[in-house]
């Protein structure tokens, strides 16, 4: 029994870090910036199915495809910042949610359209090996970006609080006309910091290909998780988003074993509510959601 | 910020405002009769009843600025329930949809105190997350709704049951609906009640300072929202007379109904009604046009259009909806 909850618990951090690496950069984009992003899922999909083409075309493999795949999520990211997200800032919180629902529909629709609704499986260097850990069993591709998942905290939090972007984009997060005036270009504060968070994204689909099958609507299963963590972690807290990714990895492991698989969602949902009704701070923010909203 | 009566010039222009809607109802209350085409018929039942649907959300969302990304589960909630204490018990959904209104009433009630003090993106996550625990709890409570494999109301003609043979009888219930909504929006604009929603949309703390309980302001515009939301749940679930909870607590749902205000304009009387007629309309041609050749086309066309209109006329075809005063960033 013990041993069985070990392993449990140990699946659950691995998937933890996998949910993390896709939350850090959703972190960026609405813990840090307030955007709602609908279409965070989709800018996983999509490079995931890049990294699919990449392995079936070239036959690269999906570690080799992260060179190419993360520098053109970042491009994307800067251009669907210019052509989505800044026509909207401004304005009612309905545009923006609608432009990026807009963008998330389009985009599963037109994989669903191009590539058809069959799951595409990529095989990665590591393939199936699972790593063993005395009694314990990991799989080795979710070991690998569960890993790569902490480096990137650890970067994106040394980026936020060392370089004098990361303090500009601290300050703009902070006070917009006031940076401004200290003469931040928050114009380009923005479109920097979302292009980074996609392109963080993008190597989260990129490394999960191993593990996860391919196909359009792959988003909408991580986005709804990322968000919950990204608010449980506390707003625009980086180290929250990794340490709440690991608490809702775990908890679904054990839902989905103790109860059962199908109410694992339904938990991740009720934590959600829950914390944002008695701690809207989440796990380490310093600024309740319900502050932050009200700007 | 905008005008509670919005027909302004002297009687000659009330006189017109008034021939305009006369000559509307005269069109609506004759069409279906004229054209007894089937397609055209379920067209108008679809357009009339997401027109009142959404003037339904657009009580919340678009006067009190509350906005909901949730009335998937009032909608499924007042589907259920009629159905349910139909299959089950026998009652006439004609009572039953009141009861699915007054539940979905009290969910509202619960809704609106759990999302008490969020505000902007977090409410709109908040009343999400709610759909989805509903559409997953409905899903999972195989006994009582029989979860995915879907619940089907054996069809007897009917009218007492609120089952017709004819597409006739749901035409103009359809429309009757929408009428009703539509009435009693334009009513709530010049009620005391609906300066106090777009008093609390506009300014929340201003309109507290003011001495308006904003809590209660904003609990009563989601409870008659959902109560109606679940009203045409119940018609949803007469008309198609099979229910299952990954439809009628869909996100789609959920989307469709701010989709359909902010294309016609949010937080106006008129602007649901104008909304739906383009979108459902449309939709349905694409989708009947499309749908079978090349799946995603018909979507991807939908999304394009969505997003062009969000960004480019955010004040939607009524054009009168000013934004809020502070930038919401």
């Known amino acids: 029994m013990t041993l069985a909850l070990a392993q449990l618990v140990l699946s659950g951090i691995l998937i933890g870090g996998v949910y993390a690496l896709i939350a850090v950069g959703l972190t960026l984009i609405f813990g840090v910036m307030k955007i709602v992003n609908f279409a965070h899922g989709e800018f996983l999909m999509a490079a995931m199915y890049a990294t699919y083409w990449l392995q079936a075309l ?33 304005k009612p919180h309905l545009v923006v949610v609608f432009a990026t629902m807009g963008l998330s529909v389009l985009m599963q629709n037109l994989a669903l359209f191009l590539w058809r609704g069959d799951y595409r499986p990529v095989r990665g260097a590591l393939g199936e090996t699972t790593w063993v850990l005395g009694p314990l069993r990991m799989n080795g591709a979710l070991v690998v970006a569960c890993a790569v998942s902490v480096g990137v905290t650890l970067l994106v939090l040394a980026w936020l609080r060392y370089t004098d972007f990361g303090k500009g984009l601290r300050a703009t997060v902070q006070d917009r006309d006031v940076a401004m005036l200290m003469g931040i270009d928050v114009a380009r504060v923005f479109s920097v910091t979302f292009a980074v968070g996609t392109a963080l994204v993008g190597l989260a689909g990129a490394l999960i290909t191993p593990a996860y099958p391919t196909y359009p609507t792959v988003g909408l299963s991580f986005v709804l998780v990322a968000y919950v963590i990204v608010v449980l972690g506390g707003l625009g807290s980086i180290m929250g988003a990794l340490l709440g990714g690991i608490c809702i990895g775990v908890v679904e492991s054990l839902t989905g074993y103790l109860i059962a698989t199908s109410l694992n969602q339904l938990f991740s949902f009720l934590v959600f509510l829950a914390v944002l009704v008695f701690r809207p701070a989440g796990l380490l923010g310093q600024r309740p959601a319900t502050l932050a909203g009200a700007s | 910020m905008d005008a509670a ?28 009769l004229l054209v007894r085409n089937k397609f055209v018929h379920d067209v108008m039942i679809l357009t009339l009843l997401w027109a009142g649907i959404a003037g339904a959300w657009n009580i919340a969302g678009g006067y009190a600025g509350q906005i909901s990304l949730g009335h998937a589960a009032f ?11 139909y299959v089950d018990l026998g009652l006439t959904p004609w009572a039953g949809m009141l009861a699915g209104a007054l539940l979905a009433a009290v969910f509202a009630a619960l809704l609106s105190a759990i999302c008490l003090r969020l505000r902007g993106p977090f409410f709109i996550l908040a009343t999400l997350a709610f759909a989805e625990v509903a559409r997953i709890v409905a899903l999972n409570w195989r006994s009582l709704t029989r979860g995915s494999e879907g619940l089907e109301i ?23 609906f929408a009428a009703g909504i539509l009435a009693l929006c334009r009513a709530l604009e010049g009620s005391r009640l609906g300066y106090w929603l777009r008093a609390t949309r506009e300014e929340e703390d201003a309109a507290e300072a003011m001495g308006i309980d904003t809590f209660r302001v904003k609990v009563a515009g989601m409870i008659l929202s959902a109560a109606l939301t679940a009203l045409g749940g119940s018609f949803f679930a007469q008309y198609f007379l099979f229910l299952e909870p990954g439809h009628v607590f869909s996100f789609e749902i959920s989307v469709q109904l701010p989709l359909i205000c902010v294309v016609g304009g949010v937080g106006t009387a008129l602007g649901p009604f104008l909304g739906a007629l383009l979108i459902v309309p449309a939709s349905e041609l694409l989708r009947a046009w499309l749908g079978g050749a090349a799946s995603g086309l018909y979507l991807s066309l939908y999304a394009l259009l969505l997003i062009t209109v969000v960004l480019f006329m955010p004040e939607g075809l009524v054009g009168r909806f000013a934004p809020r005063r502070r930038p919401a960033t």
């Open chain 2, 75 to 85: 909608f499924g909630l007042g589907a259920y329930t009629s159905s349910l204490l």
């Open chain 2, 5 to 32: 009566a919005p027909r302004a010039g002297g009687p000659a222009g009330r006189t017109r405002g008034r021939l305009a809607w006369l000559g509307l109802v005269a069109v609506a209350v004759l069409l279906p």
């Open chain 1, 58 to 90: 070239l036959g690269w493999d999906p570690y080799v495809s992260v060179a190419l795949v993360l520098p053109a999520s970042f491009l994307f990211g800067l251009a669907v910042e210019r052509l989505v997200i800044r026509p909207s800032i401004g």
């Open chain 2, 154 to 176: 054996m069809f007897q003609d009917s009218p007492a049951h609120f089952m017709f043979k004819d597409k006739l009888p749901y035409t103009y219930l359809a429309l009757l």
